[in-house]
């Protein structure tokens, strides 16, 4: 690549391509943020037959590609990828004919043969990491062979990001310095974790990345909020650090706690007292990419439902239809069933048996379809499901968002998580040492900062009995939350309405007032009096361009960083997510061009 790299500027260094652009005027374009969506936005861009491109990509870290769940903010060598090889969207090669150029120690360190490695194993997360930036290096060289002008702002955190309409043209502000004027800006920051009491409360974590903080011994319980994938980092970390594990020799995992910290030991809380489920052997291994509903669909819809796309409507197409055509006879049993009784079918199960039991059943299913590459259907639809609504949610009505979120939500982030076989056989280990738990919580639980430290756990526990458990260590462990307007952190697209507040409209008044009386402090009117939900986050279109409160869409700023689009995009898809959403954005941006 026609390259040379400038010298540092205050931990700031800069990659140019020093060729010119074939066509004027140039098209300038702004990525903020160098991860996987990044990723996925700049391969969009060099296989768009665009010459005139001046691409300038933002990014906090030293390197691209990897984002945070993929290198040192969110990994470390003992966390692996939910995902195996076959499922992971087309980038440049392949992991399996990537792995063969992996040098040798590389893959000593990871325990991984090159020979017997194929593409339905997964990777540890880090050695995935290196994988997207090598993609990301290939793709750069691609796009120089293509014409494409690259400008790649290292260690540049970007503060604030201002339309400027009378110009037509965007301004991006690093450590609140005017770094340059843009014609469009794709917001593709990744990942991020607010900062509330961490540093100021010993022992409270607000999250567990990146997981080197939790690189300490604990001669106590630890409490950890949630039981998701995102607990599961912690507890792969703590656990090494407080113990070890081994073989017995007749192919058990056992887990020894070091004879320091005699003590240690885990309680995750859940709200659902629940374990997530297994990976497992999917058919569909990029989840029902080509089952999305298509825009004259929906339109068809929603003409005949007032606006809305019913949740249920999705529920049959996307969910029970191709259960009928893969597993006629588990779609015998639910057939008749509701939404709201296909989910208590499913969790009673669940709820009847201990979570560590159900996890020992679920390895040896998951186990099984994997070795015989044969789908669990039913949890495979419901991957499918959570894919296909995620691009429509935003026309749901208020009372179908609210219904999602209570009903069909907690099951679908158990059943998706997709956790490694591996992490479920050292929970296995680490529960029969005595060293995990689990314990139901409810809605209503919250915590406190100690008085020492630590945090103060406050719940109902499964007996109606209020419940004050205190702890010296607490780690939050809910995964990413869906983000707060105010917690925009570019202050110039909220102060100059050029973001709006993401919401939903009720279909019917009654239930917005249900909703009022039971205490839903979201649900709130308009000045004509209509009914409406506040949900996560900024509004944005069906092609990622922000909309404005009067609805406006603006055609310069489009965003994909999922924090920020919660209400609109409610479950997150991983690099599925990015390779559909910078499809969106390409086809809009470029038409938008040429419109105009």
């Known amino acids: 690549m026609d390259v040379i790299t400038l010298p540092a500027d205050k931990g700031r260094f800069f990659i ?3 060729k010119e652009s074939k066509q004027t005027p140039a098209l300038k374009i702004a990525i903020i943020g160098g991860g996987p969506s990044a990723l996925f936005m700049y391969k969009r861009l060099t296989e768009s037959g665009r010459d005139n491109l001046i691409i300038d990509i933002y990014e906090k870290g030293n390197y691209l590609g990897a984002g945070m769940p993929y290198s040192s903010a969110g990994a470390n060598d003992e966390h692996i990828t939910n995902v195996s090889g076959n499922e992971i969207p087309e980038i440049f090669k392949t992991v399996s004919e990537w792995i063969g150029t992996v040098h040798k120690d590389t893959l000593r360190k990871f325990r991984i043969d090159a020979r017997e490695f194929n593409e339905y194993k997964t990777l540890p997360r880090l050695l995935f990491g290196q994988y997207l930036s090598d993609q990301f290096k290939l793709m750069l060289k691609q796009g120089d062979k293509k014409g494409l002008i690259t400008n790649i702002h290292f260690n540049s955190i970007v503060t604030d990001i201002a339309d400027v309409p009378g110009k037509e043209t965007v301004e991006i502000f690093v450590e609140d310095k005017l770094a340059g004027s843009y014609d469009k800006v794709i917001i593709c920051t990744g990942h991020l974790w607010p900062h509330k009491h961490e540093g100021e409360v010993p022992g409270y974590y607000d999250s567990p990345y990146p997981p080197s903080k939790l690189n300490f011994s604990s001669d106590h319980q630890i409490a950890i909020r949630g039981s998701s994938l995102t607990a599961i980092d912690a507890i792969r970390t703590l656990a090494r650090n407080n113990g070890e594990f081994e073989n017995d020799g007749s192919g058990n995992l056992v887990y020894h706690v070091n004879p320091e910290t005699p003590g240690f030991g885990i309680v995750m809380h859940s709200r659902n007292g629940m374990l997530p489920a297994l990976r497992f052997h999917l058919d569909d291994s990029h989840q029902g990419k080509g089952t999305v509903l298509d825009h004259t669909e929906i339109s068809a819809v929603r003409k005949a439902n007032d606006g809305f796309l019913p949740l249920d409507y999705v529920f049959e197409r996307n969910f029970r239809a191709g259960i009928r055509e893969k597993d006629p006879e588990f779609y015998e049993q ?13 969790m009673e199960l669940r709820e009847r048996l201990d979570p560590f039991l159900l996890l020992a059943a679920e390895y040896s299913e998951a186990a099984k379809s994997i070795k015989r590459r044969e789908s669990v259907y039913w949890k495979e639809m419901l991957g499918v499901l959570s894919f296909t609504m995620n691009y429509p949610a935003k026309y749901f009505s208020a009372e179908d968002m609210i219904r999602l979120q209570r009903v069909l939500m907690p099951l679908i982030s158990i059943v998706i998580a997709y956790i490694p076989q591996s992490s479920a056989a050292e929970m296995l280990a680490m529960h029969k040492a005595g060293c995990l738990d689990i314990v139901a919580v409810g809605r209503d639980s919250y915590t406190e900062p100690g008085e020492n430290g630590g945090a103060n756990y406050h719940y109902t526990d499964e007996s109606g009995k209020q419940q004050k458990k205190s702890f010296q260590t607490f780690i939050d462990c809910i995964g990413q939350p869906h983000l707060s307007f105010e917690e925009l952190p570019f202050p110039s697209l909220a102060a100059n309405n050029t973001v709006s507040r993401a919401r939903l409209y009720f279909r019917k008044q009654s239930a917005a007032q249900k909703e009022m009386r039971g205490g839903n402090d979201k649900v709130r009117q308009d000045k004509d009096g209509k009914y409406y939900l506040i949900v996560p986050g900024i509004s944005i279109n069906d092609s990622f361009q922000a909309v404005d409160e009067y609805n406006a ?17 409610p479950d997150y898809s991983g690099l599925d997510f990015g390779e559909a959403a910078s499809a969106a954005i390409v086809k809009a941006l470029f038409n938008n061009v040429y419109e105009s």
Do not use: T
């Not at 639910?334 to 499913?346: A, G, H, P, W």
């Not at 869409?553 to 995009?569: D, S, T, W």
């Open 16 to 18: 140019y391509n020093l």
């Open 334 to 346: 639910i057939r008749d069933l509701s939404l709201e009784e296909f989910v208590e079918k499913m």
């Open 553 to 569: 869409l603006n055609e310069r700023i489009y965003v994909m960083a999922v924090p920020f689009i919660g209400g609109f995009n």
